[in-house]
C-alpha cells in the first residue's frame, strides 16, 4: 500500500488541507455527539395492564393473566412473559431481543391483545404501554412554592407537566404528592330510609343543577373549546340545598346526606427528607437520551420558577454523573496521550519525531468522531474507554513507521524515495498487525443480548480508530516525516532536483536486493538498551529448555490463580440508587403507614454519604388486596460507594426492629440490576412458599451475601364475596354488578365537578362509612335493579286488583242482601194489607148484611140541618181529599227529591272511589323494589391469601433475590447453587437463575465464543501474512501467555473478572500478535537476505526491540490514568480493561521478545534437521538408484568434474537441498 504514501508525498499540499478539514469535522463532530452514560442496557419491553373491580387475586389471574399470556404465545420473537396479579389488577411484562424492530413487536403485541378483550371481564380496562415497570426515571425533583399549595400543584399539572412530556425522549412525567379537596356527599342511612329516597335520584340531582359536565369539544374560529352542561353551583350550601324528584313532599340533598369539602384520597404520599412534598418524575422513552431529557426539563423549569415563585431541586438526576464521567474519561484520556508523548519523546529523543508520531493519535480520535456522529452512536463512557484503549494503541503504526524513518534518516537526508522505501519495510507488518486487532473485534457484532448492546459500540470506536491509525501511518505520517525531519537546505535542493511534485509522485523505493537490505540492517550500531536486553536474550537462547519450562510453569500458575480470581458482570458504576422497602406491621391506615415511615427516614437521613431520601407511601386510595408496602429512594452523596453506604444502612435498620420487613436493593444508573434472581417455579403456592422461607434463611447466612429477599409477602386478610348466580340473577343481578355496587360503596361514586372559589372540585357521593369486615360487607345495600322495580310494581298491581275485586264482590252481596230485605218488607207488608182486606170485606159483609136504619122523619129544618152538615161534610173531605193530595204531591217531591240526593252522593262516591283507584294505580306504578344486602345473594367471607401471584411463561413463581457483596458476584452464586443442590423439591417444582448472574453466564459464554472466534480470524490473517502455517502457530501457542499478565493485574488490584475485563483480553489476543508480527517480519526478510537462523532472530529482536517497548509502554502509560481511576468517571468499565490490557501488554512484550524468539529458533532449527535429513534420505535413494544400474548403461548417466557418474535428476535435487 506504498501508493497511499507515494500520493500523499506528491500531494503534500492537498494531504494538508485534508488534514485540517478532518480536524475541524472532528471536533464539530465530538461536540454534536449525543451523550449518555451507557448504551441502553433496558430490555426492550412492554406492559400491559388489565383492571377489573371486584376480583380477588387467583380470579384475576382465571379471567384475566391467562387470556393475556396466551394471546402474546402468538406473537413471534418474545424472549420472555411475566405477570404480577393484585386483587383487580394484573401487570403482564413481556420483553424481546435488541435486535427486533420495537415498533412492529408492539403492534403486534397491541393486536395480540386486542383479540383477547373479549376474553375478559366486561367491565376491565387495558393499557399497552412500552417500557419496563422496573426502568430508573430519567429526572425526579423537588417542587416548592411560597404560592398556595394546590395552586402551585394545579399550576405544575396545566403549565409545567405538558412542557415537560412534550421533551424529546420523555414517556411520561407525573406529580406526585399533590393534596386536593373534593365535595363530599355522604348519605346518611336512616334519613334515606325514612324520606324513601334512592341514591340516585342524588346523583341526578346533582348532575341536572349541580355539577358541571363534560361533554366534550365542539370547533370554533379560535381552534376547540370545551363545551360543558350545567349552571354549576358556587358554594357547599347551594350544592345541599339541590332539591330531590320525590313523590311527595319536597325534600333536599342536606335532608339525607351531609355535604363537606374534604381532602381527596391521594394514591401515594410523596415526602423528601421527612416532609411533605410535591414532587416531579420524568420517565424515559426507550433509547431516549437522559442528558437531552435533563437539559430540556432544566430549561422548562428554569423558565417558569420567577413566575411560579418556585423552587425546583432535582433529587436523582442522571445527567450531571454521565457528563461528570464523560469529562473524567476525557480528562484521563487527555493525561494518558500527555503520558504517550512522553513516552516516544524518551525512547526516540526527538521533539520532531514526537510530534510526527503523536499526531496521529489526536487525528486518529477526530476521525473517530466523524465515524460515530455517522453511524448514530453516542458518547459515553463505553466509547469514550474505547478512545482512550485507542490512545495507545492508534500510535503504534506511526511508531514503527516513524522509528523506520527515524533510524534511516540518521545515516543520511532522507529523500522522497527514502521515506517511500522506509515505509514499504514495515507497510507489511503494520497493516498485517492492524488487520489482525481488527479482526479480533469482528465476532462483537455477532454477540447478542446486553453483552452484545454494551460492547458492540466499544468494539466499533475501536476498530474505526485502528483503521484511522493505519491510514495516517502511511499518508500523514510520512508527509510530515519529509517535512520535519530534513534540514531546511536539504529540503530546498531535494525540491529543486526531484522536479516538484510530478518527481515525488514518481518517486520509488531504490532498487535494494534482500542481502544488501539484510546486510544494511544487521550493521546498524547497537545502543545502549539493545546491547542491555541483548546479553539477557542470549542467556534465554542458550537454555531454550530452562526458558520454556519456566514459561510453562508460569502458564501453569496462571491456570491456578485464575481460579482465585472473583468474578463479575460490569462492577459497580459509581452511581447506584439503592432502594429501601417497609413493609409495616400495621399498615391498614395512611396514618399507620406514615407512622411506619417516619422513623425510616431519620435512619436512613443519618447514614454517612447519604444526601437526600425520597419516600413513596401508600395512600387512601390504594387498592384493596394491594401491599401497603413503603418505599424509599436514597439518593448518594458523589463519590460515596453504594456497598459502604448499604451496609450503613443494614446497621442502621437493623435497630428499628424486625429486620424482615425491611429489603434493600441496589440497582446501576445504566438500569441494570445488580442481584441474582432464583425463581422457584411450582403450581403448590405453600410448597414454593416454604422454599422460599428456607432458601433465604440459608443464604442470609453466606458471607458473600449482602441480602436475600423473595416478593412473596405473607398472606394477607381479605373479604371474599362469592356470589350465588341463581339467587343474584333472580334479582337482576350479575357478579360485576355486585362488584361495582361495593366498589361504589367503599369508594364513593364519582359525580361530575363544582366549581367553588374559583376551583374545579371533583364531586363524590359516599353511602357511608364501612367497617367490620365481613359482615358490614354482607350488610351492604345493594342497589334496585329494574328487575326488582318491576317485580314490585306486578305485585302492587296484583295487589290493587284484588283489592277492587273485593270490593266489587262486597258491594254486590250488600245489594242482594238489600234486595232480600226489601222482598220480605214488602212480603210482610202484603201479608198485613192481605189481612186488612179480608177484615174490611167481613165489615161489608156484616154492613150488608145488616138490616138498614131508617131514620125518623126529619123537620125541614132537621133536614136543612142535616143537608147542611153534609154539604160541611163533603166540603170537608173535599178538603180533606185535596190536603191528601197535596200532602201526597209533597210526599211525591220529597221523594223525587231524596231520590236525586241519593244519585247525588252515590255518584260522588262513584267519582271518589275511581280517583282513589286512579292514585293507587299510580302508586303501584311507581313502586321500587326493595333493597337487598350483599348477604342475600352472596357468600361474605374473611380468608387469608396472597396479596399478589407472580407468573413467568405462564406457570406460578416466586422470586428470590440475592444481594451479592462488592466483587462476591461468583461466590454468592456458587452459595446459591449449593444451597438449592440441597433442597428437595415437591415433584413438578424446578429451580431457575435469572438476573444478573444469568445475564453473566450468558455473557461469559457468548464472549467465550467470541474469543475462538477472534483466534480463528487472528490465525487466518496471519496465514495469509506469512504464506504457511508454521510461524502463525507459533504466535498461537504463545496467545495464552498474555493472559498472565491479565490475570496477576487483576489479583493485584482485588478487581473482579467482569466482561470489562473479558473484553480487555479479546483485545489481548490482538496485541499479543501485533508487535510479534512486526518482529518476525523482519526476522523473515533477514533470513531472505542471506543471514542464517541465528543471527535472523537476535538482529530482528535487536532492530524491533525500540519500536516494540515504545508501542507497549505508550500504551501501558496512556492506560495507568484509567487503571489508577484518578477522576473516577466511568471507572466500572474502564479500570478492568485498563488493567487487564496494562497486565496483558507487560506479559505479551515480554513474551514477544523472549519466548517467540525461542519459539521461532526451536521451530525452524527443528524445520531445518528435517530438510537436511529429508535430503541425505532421498540422496540416498539415488546413490542407490545409481549402484543399481548395470555397467556400460551410459544412458542418463552425466559425467561430473571429479569423474564420478550420476544420473542427471539427481544434481538439481541435490543442490537444491
Avoid at 394546590?150 to 399533590?178: K, M, N
Avoid at 441494570?672 to 422454599?691: C, F, Q, Y
Avoid at 497486565?1143 to 526451536?1162: A, C, D, K, R
Avoid at 561430473?1200 to 550420476?1206: L, Q
Wanted: proline share 4%; charged share 20%.
Amino acid at each position: 500500500m506504498t501508493f497511499l504514501t507515494r500520493a500523499s508525498l506528491a500531494n503534500r499540499a492537498i494531504v494538508g488541507l485534508i488534514t485540517i478539514a478532518v480536524a475541524v469535522f472532528g471536533i464539530i463532530a465530538m461536540s454534536s455527539l449525543r451523550q449518555e452514560l451507557t448504551p441502553s442496557m433496558t430490555q426492550p419491553g412492554a406492559y400491559i395492564s388489565v383492571s377489573s373491580s371486584g376480583l380477588s387475586p387467583d380470579q384475576m389471574v382465571q379471567l384475566a393473566t391467562e387470556p393475556v399470556e396466551e394471546a402474546l404465545g402468538g406473537v413471534s420473537g418474545l424472549t420472555s412473559v411475566s405477570s404480577t396479579t393484585q386483587s383487580g389488577n394484573a401487570q403482564v411484562m413481556v420483553s424481546w431481543p435488541f435486535e427486533l424492530d420495537a415498533d412492529e413487536t408492539l403492534r403486534a403485541i397491541k393486536a395480540a391483545v386486542d383479540g383477547a378483550k373479549a376474553a375478559l371481564p366486561k367491565d376491565a380496562t387495558v393499557v399497552v404501554q412500552s417500557g419496563s415497570a422496573s426502568e430508573l426515571p430519567a429526572m425526579v425533583l423537588s417542587a416548592g412554592s411560597t404560592t398556595d399549595a394546590e395552586t402551585f400543584a394545579e399550576a405544575l399539572e396545566q403549565s409545567v407537566l405538558p412542557e415537560i412530556r412534550a421533551v424529546s425522549g420523555v414517556r411520561a412525567a407525573t406529580l406526585e404528592g399533590r393534596e386536593s379537596q373534593q365535595v363530599e356527599v355522604s348519605l346518611r342511612p336512616a334519613d334515606v330510609e325514612r324520606l324513601k329516597v334512592d341514591p340516585a335520584m342524588v346523583l341526578a340531582a346533582l348532575q341536572s343543577n349541580g355539577a358541571v359536565l363534560s361533554a366534550g369539544q365542539v370547533g370554533t374560529d379560535e381552534g376547540q373549546v370545551a363545551v360543558n352542561v350545567g349552571p354549576g353551583t358556587d358554594s357547599i350550601e347551594a350544592i345541599a340545598a339541590l332539591p330531590l324528584q320525590v313523590t311527595e313532599g319536597a325534600v333536599q340533598i342536606q335532608d339525607v346526606a351531609d355535604v363537606t369539602l374534604k381532602p381527596q384520597p391521594a394514591g401515594s404520599l410523596s415526602r423528601v427528607n421527612g416532609k411533605a412534598a410535591l414532587t416531579i418524575q420524568v420517565m424515559p422513552a426507550l433509547g431516549a437520551n437522559a442528558v437531552e431529557i435533563s437539559h430540556g426539563v432544566t430549561a422548562i423549569l428554569d423558565r417558569y420558577s420567577d413566575s411560579l415563585k418556585a423552587e425546583f431541586v432535582p433529587i436523582f438526576d442522571q445527567a450531571p454523573y454521565i457528563e461528570q464521567s464523560i469529562e473524567d474519561l476525557s480528562t484521563e484520556g487527555g493525561l494518558g496521550l500527555l503520558f504517550a508523548v512522553i513516552i516516544i519523546f524518551a525512547f526516540l529523543r526527538s521533539w520532531r519525531s514526537t510530534i510526527i508520531a503523536a499526531v496521529s493519535i489526536p487525528l486518529s480520535l477526530l476521525i473517530t468522531m466523524i465515524a460515530l456522529l455517522w453511524t448514530d452512536n453516542t458518547l459515553n463512557i463505553f466509547t469514550l474507554a474505547a478512545l482512550t484503549i485507542a490512545i495507545g494503541r492508534v500510535v503504534d503504526d506511526s511508531i514503527v513507521v516513524i522509528e523506520n524513518i527515524n533510524r534511516h534518516a540518521e545515516r543520511k537526508v532522507p529523500t522522497v524515495a527514502d521515506i517511500v522505501a522506509s515505509v514499504k519495510q514495515v507497510s507489511g507488518a503494520i497493516i498485517a498487525s492492524t488487520a489482525t486487532t481488527i479482526a479480533v473485534f469482528l465476532p462483537i457484532a455477532f454477540v447478542s443480548g446486553v453483552t452484545g448492546q454494551l460492547f458492540r459500540p466499544f468494539s466499533i470506536t475501536v476498530t474505526i480508530a485502528l483503521a484511522a491509525s493505519l491510514v495516517v501511518a502511511l499518508t500523514i505520517v510520512p508527509v510530515l516525516a519529509y517535512v520535519f525531519l530534513r534540514s531546511r537546505g536539504a529540503r530546498r535542493s531535494a525540491a529543486a532536483t526531484a522536479g516538484g511534485v510530478a518527481a515525488a509522485s514518481e518517486a520509488e523505493a531504490p532498487v535494494e536486493d534482500a542481502e544488501s537490505f539484510a546486510r544494511a540492517e544487521m550493521s546498524a550500531p547497537e545502543d545502549r538498551l539493545q546491547r542491555g536486553f541483548m546479553s539477557f536474550l542470549g542467556a534465554t537462547h542458550r537454555r531454550p529448555v530452562i526458558t520454556l519450562a519456566a514459561s510453562t510453569a508460569v502458564l501453569l500458575g496462571t491456570f491456578v490463580l485464575a481460579t482465585q480470581i472473583p468474578t463479575d458482570f460490569l462492577g459497580e458504576s459509581g452511581q447506584q440508587s439503592i432502594t429501601v422497602t417497609q413493609t409495616p406491621e400495621k399498615a391498614a391506615t395512611v396514618e399507620d403507614r406514615v407512622a411506619a415511615a417516619e422513623p425510616v427516614e431519620r435512619a436512613l437521613q443519618g447514614v454517612e454519604g447519604v444526601e437526600s431520601v425520597r419516600s413513596t407511601i401508600p395512600g387512601a386510595s390504594t387498592s384493596a388486596g394491594e401491599e401497603n408496602i413503603n418505599t424509599f429512594d436514597v439518593t448518594l452523596e458523589k463519590g460515596s460507594k453504594a456497598a459502604e453506604v448499604q451496609d450503613g444502612i443494614d446497621r442502621k435498620l437493623a435497630k428499628l426492629g424486625d429486620p424482615e420487613q425491611f429489603e434493600v436493593q441496589t440497582a446501576d444508573a445504566g438500569g441494570g440490576g445488580a442481584g441474582i434472581d432464583l425463581r422457584v417455579i411450582g403450581d403448590d403456592p405453600k410448597a414454593l412458599a416454604a422454599a422460599s422461607d428456607s432458601l433465604i434463611e440459608a443464604l442470609e447466612k453466606e458471607k458473600s451475601v449482602q441480602s436475600a429477599s423473595s416478593d412473596l409477602s405473607g398472606e394477607q386478610p381479605i373479604v371474599q364475596v362469592t356470589v350465588d348466580p341463581l339467587k343474584a340473577a333472580a334479582l337482576g343481578f350479575d357478579q360485576q354488578q355486585i362488584a361495582a355496587a361495593i366498589t361504589a360503596a367503599l369508594n364513593g361514586t364519582p359525580a361530575g365537578s363544582v366549581v367553588l372559589d374559583g376551583r374545579e372540585r371533583d364531586i363524590v357521593i359516599r353511602t357511608g362509612a364501612v367497617s367490620g369486615g365481613a359482615d358490614a360487607v354482607a350488610a351492604m345495600a345493594l342497589p334496585v335493579t329494574s328487575k326488582q322495580t318491576a317485580a314490585a310494581q306486578k305485585a302492587a298491581l296484583d295487589a290493587l286488583e284484588a283489592q277492587q275485586k273485593q270490593k266489587a264482590e262486597e258491594q254486590t252481596a250488600k245489594a242482594a242482601r238489600e234486595m232480600d230485605d226489601q222482598i220480605a218488607e214488602a212480603s210482610t207488608q202484603r201479608s198485613q194489607l192481605g189481612e186488612q182486606l179480608g177484615s174490611l170485606r167481613s165489615q161489608l159483609a156484616q154492613l150488608e148484611a145488616s138490616a138498614p136504619v131508617v131514620p125518623a122523619p126529619q123537620t125541614p129544618e132537621t133536614q136543612a140541618a142535616i143537608d147542611a152538615e153534609r154539604e160541611r161534610q163533603e166540603q170537608i173531605a173535599g178538603m180533606l181529599s185535596a190536603i191528601g193530595q197535596a200532602q201526597a204531591g209533597i210526599e211525591a217531591a220529597d221523594a223525587q227529591i231524596a231520590q236525586l240526593r241519593e244519585g247525588r252522593a252515590e255518584s260522588a262516591a262513584q267519582q271518589e272511589e275511581a280517583t282513589r283507584l286512579e292514585a293507587e294505580q299510580k302508586a303501584a306504578s311507581e313502586v321500587r323494589g326493595t333493597a337487598v344486602r350483599v348477604g342475600d345473594v352472596a357468600t361474605v367471607t374473611e380468608e387469608m391469601t396472597a396479596p399478589s401471584i407472580s407468573r413467568v411463561g405462564g406457570e406460578r413463581v416466586v422470586t428470590i433475590t440475592v444481594t451479592p457483596k462488592s466483587g462476591q458476584l461468583d461466590a454468592a452464586t456458587k452459595a446459591l447453587d449449593a444451597a438449592t443442590a440441597q433442597f428437595d423439591l415437591p415433584a413438578g417444582a424446578r429451580f431457575e437463575v435469572a438476573g444478573v448472574s444469568a445475564d453473566q453466564d450468558d455473557a461469559f459464554g457468548q464472549l467465550g465464543l467470541a474469543m475462538l472466534a477472534a483466534i480463528a480470524l487472528v490465525l487466518l490473517a496471519m496465514v495469509m501474512t506469512f504464506r504457511n502455517l508454521r510461524q502463525p502457530t507459533i504466535l498461537l501457542i504463545a496467545v495464552p501467555f498474555a493472559a498472565t499478565g491479565a490475570i496477576v493485574g487483576l489479583l493485584l488490584t482485588g478487581t473482579p473478572l467482569g466482561l470489562p475485563a473479558l473484553i480487555g483480553l479479546l483485545m489481548l489476543i490482538g496485541i499479543v500478535v501485533t508487535n510479534a508480527i512486526v518482529l518476525l517480519d523482519l526476522v523473515n526478510k533477514l533470513r531472505e537476505g542471506g543471514a542464517d537462523l541465528a543471527e535472523a532472530v537476535y538482529h530482528g529482536t535487536r532492530l524491533r526491540l525500540r519500536p516494540i517497548l515504545m508501542t507497549a509502554t505508550a500504551t501501558i502509560f496512556a492506560l495507568l490514568p484509567m487503571a489508577f481511576g484518578i477522576t473516577g468517571g466511568g471507572v466500572f468499565i474502564s479500570r478492568p480493561l485498563a488493567i487487564v490490557v496494562i497486565g496483558g501488554l507487560i506479559s505479551s512484550t515480554l513474551l514477544t521478545l523472549v519466548l517467540v524468539p525461542i519459539l521461532y529458533l526451536l521451530l525452524e532449527r527443528s524445520r531445518e534437521r528435517r530438510m537436511v535429513k529429508r535430503a541425505e534420505r532421498r540422496a540416498r535413494r539415488e546413490q542407490e538408484k545409481l549402484d543399481a544400474q548395470e555397467p556400460g548403461e551410459d544412458e542418463g548417466v552425466a559425467v561430473f568434474d571429479d569423474g564420478s557418474e550420476g544420473t542427471d535428476d539427481s544434481v538439481p535435487a541435490v543442490q537444491r537441498e
